[in-house]
C-alpha cells in the first residue's frame, strides 16, 4: 500500500527529456500504488484546453490509460490554473479543490499546490487574488487563441525576471502561513510543491511539512505508505 505524489513537472515542447522522464515513471514507478497526486505545475504553461499542444494530448492518452489502473488525482498549480475538465477527462484524472484534506493511512494529511503558503510575495499573491475569480478566468478564456498566447508568453517571461531578483525568503513559504493551515484544516501532515526545495520539515506539536521536488534536472516522487514517507530521485538517464 503505497500513494504518490508529484508536481512542477514544468512539462513543455522544449523539454521533451522531462516528458520522456515522466513516462517512464509511468510505465515503472506505479506498481501496487493506490493512487497519484499531482501536486499542480504539470505543465510549464497553459492557456487553455483548446490550445492542448500535440505532445500534451499524447500524454493525456497515457495518463487515461494509467487511470484505469488507479485514480490519477490533479490540484491546479500557479503555471496550469487554466487546465480544465476537458483535458482533465481526456487525461483520466479528478480535479480537487486548491486546498485538499485526505485520510493518508490513518494520518490527517492536508494537500495543495503551495503558492498560497508564499504570502511575503505581496505582488504575486495579488495575482493569484486576481485568477482566482471565476469571471476573470472566463474573460480570459474569451480572448482569440493568439492573445491568450501571448499573455501567456509575457507572464511566464514576468515570472522568470522577477523570481531572479527576488530573494530566498520572499519565494519560500511564510511559517505563520503554515501554522494558519494546520489550525484551520486540524491535519498533522502538509504535503505541497511550487517552491522547488524537496525536504521533510518535523515541526513542532507533532506535525510535518512536505516538500516535493521539481523535474528540471531529474524526476522527483514522493512516496508514502504504511511504514511512512520517502522522496525520491528519478534520474533523468534511467534506462
Not at 483520466?92 to 494520518?107: A, F, H, K, N, R
Not at 510575495?121 to 485568477?131: E, H, I, N, T, V
Not at 521533510?200 to 528540471?216: Q, S
Request: glycine residues 6%; neutral net charge; charged residues 25%.
Amino acid at each position: 500500500m503505497r500513494t504518490l505524489f508529484i508536481g512542477d513537472l514544468h512539462l513543455s515542447a522544449d523539454r521533451l527529456d522531462i516528458t520522456q522522464a515522466f513516462n517512464r515513471f509511468l510505465d515503472t514507478e506505479l506498481d501496487d500504488a493506490d493512487a497519484l497526486y499531482i501536486l499542480g505545475d504539470l505543465f510549464e504553461v497553459w492557456v487553455g484546453d483548446d490550445l492542448a499542444a500535440p505532445f500534451a494530448l499524447e500524454l493525456a492518452r497515457k495518463l487515461k490509460q494509467v487511470s484505469q489502473r488507479l485514480p490519477i488525482y490533479f490540484i491546479h498549480g500557479n503555471r496550469d490554473f487554466m487546465l480544465g475538465k476537458q483535458f482533465a477527462d481526456a487525461a483520466g484524472m479528478q480535479i480537487l479543490p486548491e486546498v485538499t484534506c485526505l485520510d493518508l493511512y490513518g494520518v490527517n494529511t492536508v494537500i495543495l499546490h503551495g503558492d498560497s503558503l508564499c504570502t511575503l510575495d505581496k505582488a504575486y499573491q495579488r495575482f493569484r487574488k486576481l485568477r482566482s475569480f471565476a469571471f476573470a478566468r472566463w474573460l480570459y478564456s474569451c480572448l482569440p487563441k493568439k492573445k491568450r498566447q501571448a499573455i501567456a508568453n509575457k507572464i511566464r517571461c514576468n515570472s522568470q525576471s522577477s523570481n531572479q531578483q527576488k530573494s530566498y525568503v520572499i519565494m519560500d513559504v511564510e511559517p505563520s502561513a503554515v501554522d494558519a493551515l494546520f489550525a484551520q484544516t486540524h491535519c498533522k501532515q502538509m504535503i505541497h510543491g511550487h517552491t522547488h526545495r524537496p525536504a521533510i520539515h518535523d515541526l513542532t506539536h507533532g506535525c510535518k511539512r512536505i516538500v516535493v521536488g521539481d523535474w528540471y534536472e531529474q524526476g522527483s516522487v514522493l512516496v508514502v505508505s504504511t511504514d511512512g514517507v520517502e522522496l525520491k530521485s528519478l534520474p533523468f538517464d534511467a534506462s
